[in-house]
């Protein structure tokens, strides 16, 4: 009898535990409840289908965000490339500028005031108008600032009315600042203050685009009929050399500081080789001496222009003449 009692506690025990071991086996939610393990996987995975869905969404839309930000800043970058590249065109500031303004009335002279600047040596040369100066320069186009030192000049008495080389040496001490316009042929360079006061206006000079070897296409608009008529120029030493398709010619040039592109031919000589008369020889040292301005057409096309504005000889870039 006392066996029997200790065993139905224990089978009563043993029944309960499998009792509350199958809700192990059964899922929480409703999804799948009657399905036990199962139940669970089939949830689970919905849920993980769900979730990768979502996460593909939000990756959609962050990439879509991170393409538009990455479009903004290349943008930028290019925007700032582009400005590097037309002040890096001008060599960063370099070569022959005219000065226009200064202190806010026009830059006069006996000769024509310029500025030549020299990246290479953080240079600059020049005229005030009446003597030569030269003196140091830094510069930097990120942030568009700038600033002289020991500017000298020569000591030749000057004009006392109307001449504005004091104004100029000022006006180089006051400046912190500048911008470049390249949207003018000329291109303007403008110098400002701390306050932000523009106290000099220059414009680009540059008639490096001459330099080379130049055949002789065309005179007063008509194409040479002769073979071999060429042009070399050297702008630095303001030197010219050439061949009429007979003779050698050689002479110099000069640029006016004043005027845009202004170019004149002197002291030219030449061979006396007995030639064909042509007339093509006569037609082009006259079209040399009529020639007041040199255009640059593109960067193998040149042409001079007369006075009365008509093109007088046209050029293309070829290879050095040989004598």
């Not at 899922?27 to 036990?36: E, F, L, R, T």
């Not at 403008?190 to 130049?214: C, I, K, P, Q, S």
Request: charged residues 30%; contains cysteine; hydrophobic residues 35%.
């Amino acid at each position: 009898m006392i066996r029997n009692k200790i065993i139905l506690p224990a089978a009563m025990l043993l029944s309960a535990a499998m009792m509350s071991s199958c809700s192990i086996f059964k899922p929480s939610g409703s999804d799948g409840s009657d399905k036990g393990v199962q139940g669970w996987y089939e949830t689970g995975k919905k849920d993980a289908e769900t979730a990768e869905k979502v996460t593909e969404a939000e990756a959609k839309k962050n990439e879509k965000k991170v393409k538009t930000e990455a479009e903004k800043a290349m943008a930028k970058v290019d925007e700032k490339l582009k400005e590097i590249a037309d002040v890096q065109a001008l060599g960063a500031i370099s070569g022959d500028w005219a000065i226009e303004e200064v202190l806010g009335k026009p830059a006069v002279g006996e000769t024509a005031p310029f500025i030549k600047f020299v990246p290479a040596e953080n240079r600059l040369y020049g005229n005030n108008g009446c003597n030569t100066m030269s003196g140091e320069y830094k510069s930097s186009y990120v942030d568009k600032t700038i600033s002289f030192g020991n500017i000298a000049t020569t000591m030749k008495l000057c004009a006392k009315t109307g001449i504005t080389d004091i104004e100029i040496g000022q006006a180089l001490e006051l400046t912190k600042k500048y911008t470049i316009d390249t949207s003018t042929p000329d291109h303007q360079l403008r110098f400002y203050d701390a306050a932000g006061n523009e106290v000099m206006r220059l414009m680009h000079r540059d008639f490096h685009f001459l330099d080379g070897t130049w055949a002789v296409e065309k005179i007063d608009g008509e194409k040479v009929g002769v073979d071999g008529m060429k042009l070399a120029l050297d702008v630095d030493e303001k030197r010219m050399h050439g061949n009429t398709g007979c003779n050698i010619i050689n002479g110099d040039f000069e640029t006016d500081m004043d005027t845009a592109n202004s170019i004149s031919f002197s002291g030219i000589a030449m061979t006396r080789m007995a030639c064909p008369d042509s007339g093509w020889e006569t037609r082009m040292m006259m079209a040399l001496e009529e020639a007041v301005t040199a255009k640059k057409i593109s960067d193998d096309t040149v042409e001079f222009i007369g006075s009365n504005g008509k093109q007088v000889m046209l050029l293309k870039r070829t290879t050095p003449i040989e004598e």
